[in-house]
């Protein structure tokens, strides 16, 4: 007879997630000074809206006929300060 109380040798259980955990507070990054690095964090962005993301402005449609492209739209959320990044080591 096998009892099922523990787990078997080799069996994984799924955790639960914690009930009720406040999210620590949103620390905005660091403004961007550098234009290499605002295209490198506008290109990532980019990426992440082509796979699917949800843009986080909703005003760029002014035409109907005329979308925004996702760099556009990327430029944008980093421009307004809605794109967390980690700024790289200095050497």
Do not use: W
Request: negative net charge; charged residues 30%; proline residues 11%.
């Amino acid at each position: 007879m096998l009892v099922q109380d523990e787990p078997l040798h080799g069996e994984v259980l799924a955790e639960q997630p914690p009930q009720n955990v406040a999210e620590p507070p949103r620390v905005p990054a660091p403004p961007i000074v550098s234009r290499f690095l605002f295209v490198h964090v506008c290109g990532l962005r980019a990426r992440q809206l082509r796979k699917g993301a949800r843009a986080r402005v909703d005003d760029l449609i002014t035409d109907e006929y005329r979308l925004p492209t996702a760099e556009r739209i990327a430029m944008e959320e980093v421009r307004r300060g809605l794109v967390d990044y980690v700024p790289a080591e200095s050497r």
